[in-house]
């Protein structure tokens, strides 16, 4: 038997789990904020916080978003890949409250590879693109020694409906759309333990617009909303907290893939894992939590879900209305004020 060429066999990390740790990104950042200069009025989102896309004001009524994600392949066939990638891109400026508008393909590909590959990738990024409603527009393309695949993406919003990530109002309960674990069952198929199905399950997912997501949230009092992504869960949350607030996590409503707790049970981790648990560990006590649950907690995901905080009284109904697409989605916890627990994240 002939056996297919694979994504995986060309990449030695994969999705949002390549990312740079978040204390060493810190370090870069801060390096540049030290040299950027005078600050553009207009400029409304950039450096001050860790939020997912630039915003900037260009009259009284509209703002532009800005997003740019890419990184190596997370799954074995080149068309999942770009649908992964471009959801993935796509998500920041969703979650920012803005409707994405068109797209620039960002592509890194071995010259010696067969372009086939590269053909998929892209035709699968064109084809959630077109799901979104969003033109691509161009792009830039170089040899390398990985692959790598990802959008540079331009969206708008009205001036007073951008979401920011750190600004949740006391009392708010927390939802998050999709289900935990992702990280930890792609690291599980490149060893060669999971099965089709659970690999097929959270492709889907990966796959999966948060523009239905966003659709749904129209209307409703958000107060902060981001998208997790390979900091996971538990830094996401810490940056959303902003040193302001506390967020209580209800444990037992956490959603999560089954398989990728089996996996975690047996201690099979991450690196991006580790080294997220590494940034938040002054900030989080997770050590009266099951090892399985703190893996999950910490897991990078790539294109994950929304997650963002709603007034109490509207969570239910809201909640209802995503899981007509998002069947998964939970409301997992609850904003509290700073004093109410030691730790800017606690668990019920």
């Known amino acids: 038997m002939v056996r297919l060429p694979s994504l995986l066999d060309h990449c030695t990390s994969g999705g949002c789990g390549a990312k740079i740790g978040p204390d060493e990104l810190s370090i870069a950042i801060g390096a540049i904020t030290d040299n950027i200069g005078a600050k553009d009025d207009n400029l409304l989102v950039g450096f001050d916080s860790s939020d997912d896309a630039a915003v ?34 796509l998500s920041d400026v969703y979650a920012m409250g803005g409707k ?33 409603g969003v033109s691509i527009a161009g792009g830039h393309s170089i040899y390398d020694k990985e692959i790598k695949y990802g959008l540079s993406v331009t969206g708008v919003a009205g001036s007073d409906k951008i979401f920011r990530n750190n600004t949740p109002r006391i009392g708010d309960k927390v939802i998050l759309t999709k289900p935990l674990g992702v990280g930890i069952i792609l690291a599980a198929e490149r060893a060669g333990l999971a099965d089709k199905s659970s690999v097929d399950e959270v492709a889907g997912s990966m796959e999966k617009l948060n523009k239905y997501a966003a659709e749904a949230m129209l209307g409703f009092d958000i107060s902060a909303c981001t998208d997790v992504t390979g900091f996971g869960l538990l830094v996401h949350l810490l940056e959303m907290t902003a040193g302001q607030v ?23 981790v991450t690196a991006a894992g580790q080294r997220n648990r590494n940034s938040a560990e002054d900030k989080v006590d997770v050590t009266g939590l099951s090892f399985w649950l703190q893996e999950l907690l910490f897991d990078p995901q790539t294109s994950g879900g929304l997650l ?14 995503i899981r007509e697409s998002d069947s998964k989605a939970a409301i997992i916890g609850c904003v509290r004020c700073e004093s109410y627990h030691e730790k800017r994240v606690f668990f019920e």
């Open 308 to 321: 963002f905080a709603v007034r109490a009284e509207q969570a239910d109904e809201l909640l209802a209305r």
């Open 100 to 132: 994405p508008l068109f797209a620039l393909n960002l592509v890194c590909f071995p010259q010696s590879l067969d372009k086939s590959l590269l053909r998929d990738i892209l035709v699968g990024g064109a084809e959630k693109c077109a799901e979104a």
């Open 56 to 89: 900037y004001r260009i009259d009284d009524e509209r703002c532009l978003i800005s997003t740019v994600d890419f990184f190596p392949p997370m799954v074995a066939d080149a068309k999942t890949f770009g649908r992964v990638a471009a959801a993935n891109a």
């Open 246 to 268: 506390s967020v209580e996590l209800f444990t037992d409503e956490i959603p999560f893939f089954e398989s990728a707790r089996g996996f975690a049970e047996e201690f099979l």
